[in-house]
C-alpha cells in the first residue's frame, strides 16, 4: 500500500529524517511514537506531499509518487488530519466538511459521505450549521477527522489527534479510528499517546532524533525494556520484564 525507502528529508542544512524506510500494508493500522522533535510530523507531511523527499522513495501502491507535486496526493487517495487540526472556524462546519469532497470521484458521493459522517461522529448532523469556530477542540478534531474521509482517501493519516483533548474525547477518537480502519481505510498514526497508540495498531515504527530506531508488533515492543521505560514510564525491573527479548 505504502512503502518509503531511506527517505532523508532536510530543512536546509539541517536533516529532519534520515535514511527513514517504512511500510503499511493494506487495510492495515500503523503508528509512529517517539519523542517531541523526533519528526513524525516532518514524516506525516512528507506522506501527505506537503514536504519533499531530499533523497529515497515513497511508493503508494505500485506508483512511485516521490516527486509527485504536493496538489496531486489528494487525488491518490491520501488524506492527512494535521496537528492542529486547522480548520476554517469562520465556515460553517458542512463547508468544512464539504471542502473535503472537492477531488474527482467524492464530489459524485459527497451525499452520501455527508451521511456517513454524521453518523459516525454523532451528534455531528446537529452542527452542520454551526461555525467550526463554536466548538469544542474535541468536536474540531471529529470535524477534521470527517473532513479528511469525505475525500473517501484509503490512506489516512493522523498526526497527534488525541493533542490537548480530555480522556474521554480521546477514547471516543480511538473508537472512531479503529472503525474506520475497520472499513479497509489504511491508517497511519503518529501520537505521543503511546499506550493508546499501541493498543489499536497492528504495527508500530519508534522514531528517535529521524531515525527509526526499532519496529515491530506492539506486543514485541512492549517486551522491550527500554521501551517502555522511554515511552510508558515502566519500571521494567520492578514488573519483570528485564532482560526480556
Request: with cysteine; hydrophobic share 45%.
Amino acid at each position: 500500500m505504502l512503502e518509503l525507502r531511506s527517505v532523508e528529508v532536510r530543512y536546509g542544512a539541517a536533516v529532519a529524517l534520515r535514511d527513514v524506510s517504512l511500510r503499511i500494508d493494506p487495510g492495515e493500522l500503523v503508528c509512529v511514537v517517539g519523542p517531541n522533535g523526533a519528526g513524525k510530523s516532518t514524516l506525516i507531511n512528507v506522506i501527505a506531499g506537503i514536504h519533499r523527499a531530499a533523497s529515497g522513495t515513497i511508493t503508494l501502491g505500485s506508483r512511485d509518487v516521490t516527486r509527485l507535486p504536493a496538489c496531486r496526493f489528494c487525488a491518490e487517495g491520501v488524506a492527512i488530519v494535521p496537528e492542529g487540526r486547522r480548520l476554517f472556524t469562520t465556515m460553517t462546519v458542512r463547508e468544512n466538511l464539504e471542502l473535503g469532497s472537492y477531488r474527482s470521484g467524492a464530489r459524485a458521493t459527497r451525499r452520501m459521505s455527508l451521511k456517513r459522517v454524521a453518523s459516525m461522529f454523532r451528534p455531528m448532523g446537529d452542527w452542520f450549521d454551526r461555525p467550526a469556530g463554536a466548538l469544542s477542540g474535541g468536536q474540531q478534531q471529529m470535524v477534521a477527522i470527517a473532513r479528511a474521509l469525505m475525500s473517501r482517501p484509503r490512506l489516512l493519516l493522523l498526526d497527534e489527534p488525541s493533542l490537548g483533548l480530555a480522556p474521554v474525547i480521546v477514547l471516543e477518537l480511538f473508537d472512531i479510528i479503529k472503525r474506520v480502519n475497520a472499513e479497509g481505510v489504511s491508517v497511519l498514526l503518529v501520537e505521543q499517546n503511546v499506550a493508546m497508540a499501541l493498543d489499536i495498531a497492528a504495527r508500530a515504527y519508534v522514531l528517535e532524533q529521524g531515525c527509526i530506531v526499532a519496529t515491530g508488533t506492539p506486543e514485541a515492543l512492549l517486551r522491550e525494556p527500554h521501551i517502555r521505560r522511554a515511552y510508558l514510564g515502566a519500571d521494567a525491573e520492578a514488573d519483570g520484564t528485564a532482560g526480556a527479548k
